[in-house]
């Protein structure tokens, strides 16, 4: 198993940015599926970006793609999430997670809560208007 855990999120201005950060421990973490969802009060946990376990491949929620970079650095067992241009709908808890590989599958495949088996405690992001 894996143990991951937030950094990064804070208060910001609309269209401030922050780097959010998931270091984790235990398995390697080139075995792993990585992505980041993130939960706003009262709405669904969704997916915001995923990133294949080497890092070739990347998927975004439509309403991040061209503002938010997922990316990888498993020599240091982290991934991260470079946010911009930040808007006050961005505010949510932001969560890593982690998918074990098991079988082959594109990564688009793997965009639900049920697909991550292992979760960071979360981060707040909260953006001002």
């Known amino acids: 198993q894996v143990q991951l855990a937030e950094s990064g999120g804070g208060l910001v201005q609309t269209g401030g940015s922050l780097r959010l950060s998931c270091g984790g421990s235990?398995?390697?973490?080139?075995?792993?599926?990585m992505a980041w969802f993130r939960q706003a009060p009262g709405k669904e946990r969704d997916l915001v970006a995923a990133?294949?376990?080497?890092?070739?491949?990347?998927n975004y929620a439509d309403s991040v793609k061209g503002r938010f970079t997922i990316s990888r650095d498993n020599a240091k067992n982290t991934v991260y999430l470079q946010t911009g241009s930040l808007k006050p709908e961005d505010t949510a808890v932001y969560y890593c997670?982690?998918?074990?590989?098991?079988?082959?599958?594109?990564?688009?495949?793997?965009?639900?809560?049920?697909?991550?088996?292992?979760w960071g405690q979360g981060t707040q992001v909260t953006v001002s208007s």
């Open positions: 997670a982690a998918r074990e590989y098991s079988s082959p599958g594109a990564l688009v495949q793997y965009i639900q809560v049920y697909d991550y088996r292992y």
């Open positions: 235990g398995r390697a973490f080139s075995l792993y599926t």
């Open positions: 990133i294949s376990r080497h890092g070739a491949s990347t």
